[in-house]
């Protein structure tokens, strides 16, 4: 299979080819996901540990359901608690980390770049789970995935991205993605929540809702951050719903058959109507949280087998 990674630490690196092997090895594990018997052993015999230094519900859930149902040993670490609080430096931990001898290390934190920092550190393979504004490629994967499954193809779709642009790593992770895959990219949002020079990333801007879903086949909607925002971005979530909330009404603009996404969590009636959000005819944003396992446990998948390959040849018993 070609997919060349040692790590999982963003989609800029992947190959258009990586992509979609990486998505196609998905696609086998939505099968077995929906078996009776879910469970597989490709990580037999190896050690995840899931280090989530910012808060996390369903993204740290999903990569321990994906680790146990491919029979990884899985360990959480509770950051909130750890001797990062007491003063202990990430360089430390790395070594800490290393002396434990795991295999797959699943990283989230408030800061860009520390993953990849980590990834130079430790002696095993390691996933981006979320780094500060940076990127988060499995989401990035996870919905490229429920695209192709909803629409037959990842390539020369219209897409739009709506909402808090500025402060999205989602975003980030998507803007490289589907660009890769020869998508044409729309983003829509006030000019607050837009980054600057985002126009260099080969997408189309646009502050008026119902002329950036003109036409598209998906509609992506993104939560507000308001952990990440300093500063008076919007002028109130009523007007920012009235002006870039998704409802009925905006959804017209777009292709009939077009689907509605959010990668969650939600706030319901300041970014998306919530019956529209509930709406199965429409919305995949459940699809979304089905395919998020499945292409973790592909992710996984993959690098082990690269790891795996990399101590073979090093002679390091595995």
């Known amino acids: 299979m070609s997919f060349a990674q040692r790590h999982l630490l963003g989609i800029e690196p992947l190959a258009p080819l990586e992509i979609t092997t990486l998505l196609d090895l998905a696609d086998q594990y939505v099968a077995l996901n929906r078996r009776e018997v879910k469970h597989g052993d490709v990580l037999a015999g190896l050690t995840q540990i899931n280090m989530f230094f910012e808060a996390s519900t369903r993204t740290q859930a999903s990569f321990e359901l994906a680790g146990k149902r491919l029979g990884a040993d899985v360990m959480n670490m509770s950051m909130q608690a750890s001797s990062i609080k007491k003063g202990e430096t990430l360089i430390d931990t790395a070594m800490t ?13 408030p800061h860009s770049g520390a993953v990849d920092l980590l990834a130079q550190k430790v002696n095993c393979a390691v996933l981006n789970a979320g780094d500060g504004r940076h990127e988060h490629p499995t989401q990035a994967l996870l919905d490229a995935l429920t695209i192709r499954r909803a629409k037959g193809r990842l390539h020369r779709l219209n897409i739009a991205i709506c909402g808090d642009i500025a402060h999205s790593r989602v975003a980030r992770s998507n803007i490289l993605l589907l660009g890769k895959m020869e998508n044409r990219i729309r983003l829509i949002g006030p000019p607050t929540l837009m980054p600057a020079g ?4 080969g997408v189309e801007v646009y502050d008026d809702m119902r002329a950036g879903l003109q036409d598209v086949d998906v509609v992506m909607m993104l939560r507000l951050q308001k952990e990440r925002m300093d500063g008076g971005f919007i002028p109130s979530e009523r007007e920012y719903y009235h002006r870039f909330g998704l409802d009925a009404e905006k959804l017209t603009y777009a292709k009939p058959d077009a689907i509605v996404m959010h990668p969650g969590p939600m706030n319901r009636g300041v970014e998306i109507d919530g019956t529209l959000a509930d709406d199965i005819n429409r919305s995949v944003i459940q699809e979304q949280v089905e395919m998020g396992v499945a292409v973790r446990m592909a992710a996984m998948d993959l690098l082990a087998r690269n790891l795996r390959a990399a101590r073979s040849t090093r002679g390091v018993m595995v």
């Not at 985002?198 to 990333?201: G, L, N, S, T, V």
């Open 97 to 109: 980390l290393n002396a434990m001898h795991p295999d797959l290390l699943v990283v989230r934190h």
């Open 198 to 201: 985002i126009a260099d990333f």
